[in-house]
C-alpha cells in the first residue's frame, strides 16, 4: 500500500512511518524539514521485513501551511509510487498561552494546518479512492476534541473540529468501501509539543496523575485500525472515558485544570 503521512519529519508521524514501513508498505513522508525527511527515508530503507528489499520512500518537503496549496506534493508522490491508498492527517501545530494574548495571525496558521488542510487533503484523494472502491483517511485528532484544555482554545477548536468532520465522513461513506479512521491521541509523554504544552501549565495532581502514552504503541494501534478497517483510536485507552462520560470529563476540567504560567511580559498582548 501507499501511505502517505503528513507531519513526518517528528513526533508521531514519524514513529508512524517506522511502523508502517516494518510492515513492508511504501511511504510518502510530507513535512517542511527535508534534512531531517530525508533521514528519516535513509532510516526507512533498513527497517523492513527480513528479506525484503528497503521501503519504497517519497520524501515530499512541504509547507502546509498554504491551505489552498496543500496537496501540492500529491502529484509527484502519485507518480513515484502510485495512487494513494491510505492518507494520514497528522501534521499539526498548538498554541499554549490565554487567549486574550494569543496572535490572530498565528491562530489562523493553526486553524488553517490544524483544520483546513485535512479537509482539503481529504478532498484532494476522495474521488480516485470512490472511483477505486477502496482506501483510507486517517484522521490524527486529539483528546482536546472530547476533554478540551484551558489555555488552548484554538487548538481545542481545530482539533474539536477535524474530529466532527472525521466522524461524519465515515457515515457518509458506508458501503463505498473507503474508509475512516479517527485517531485520539491522549498525552504522549516522548513528543515535543507534549513537553512544550505541559511546561506552561502550573505543577498540578491532575496533570501529573493522566495517564500517558508512547509514540510506538500509539503507531502500533494506528497500523492496525487501517489493516482492520477500525472506527477510531483512543490512546490511552483510559481516555474513552471521556467520550463516554463527557459530562463528568467537563466538569473535572473545569474544576481541576491548573493555571497557566504567568507568561513574560513581551509574551502578553500589549
Given amino acids: 500500500m501507499h501511505i502517505a503521512i503528513t507531519g513526518a519529519s517528528s513526533g508521531i508521524g514519524a514513529s508512524l512511518a517506522r511502523e508502517l514501513a516494518k510492515h513492508g508498505h511504501s511511504l510518502t513522508l510530507v513535512a517542511r524539514r527535508e534534512d531531517r525527511l530525508r533521514a528519516l527515508a535513509a532510516e526507512l530503507a533498513q527497517a523492513t521485513p527480513a528479506g525484503s528489499a528497503g521501503a519504497r520512500v517519497h520524501v515530499a518537503p512541504w509547507d502546509l501551511s498554504d491551505a489552498k496549496n496543500a496537496a501540492g506534493w500529491l502529484p509527484a508522490a502519485e507518480e513515484a509510487l ?33 483544520l483546513l488542510v485535512p479537509l482539503r487533503l481529504t478532498r484532494a484523494v476522495l474521488p480516485a479512492m ?18 478540551p484544555t484551558p489555555g488552548m482554545t484554538h487548538y481545542n477548536a481545530a482539533k474539536a473540529g477535524l ?23 491522549g498525552i504522549i509523554a516522548s513528543t515535543e509539543m507534549a513537553q512544550a504544552a505541559m511546561n506552561k501549565f502550573e505543577e498540578s495532581k491532575l496533570l501529573s496523575a493522566f495517564p500517558t502514552g508512547t509514540e510506538a504503541e500509539l503507531s502500533r494501534l494506528v497500523r492496525l485500525a487501517i489493516e482492520r478497517k477500525t472506527a477510531r483510536v483512543i490512546y490511552p485507552r483510559s481516555g474513552a472515558l471521556s467520550r463516554w462520560f463527557p459530562g463528568t470529563t467537563r466538569w473535572v476540567m473545569d474544576r481541576f485544570t491548573p493555571a497557566l504560567k504567568a507568561l513574560p511580559a513581551s509574551d502578553r498582548a500589549s
Fill in 130 to 147: 470512490l472511483a477505486r472502491g477502496s482506501g483510507t483517511i486517517v484522521d490524527v485528532a486529539s483528546m482536546a476534541a472530547l476533554a
Fill in 163 to 185: 474530529a466532527a468532520a472525521s466522524e461524519s465522513l465515515r457515515g457518509e461513506l458506508r458501503g463505498t468501501g473507503v474508509h475512516v479512521v479517527t485517531v485520539y491521541p
Fill in 82 to 114: 502510485g495512487p494513494v491508498d491510505v492518507l494520514v492527517n497528522n501534521a499539526g501545530v498548538q498554541i499554549v498561552a490565554p487567549t486574550a494574548t494569543v496572535d490572530p495571525d498565528e491562530a489562523d496558521a493553526l486553524l488553517a494546518v490544524d
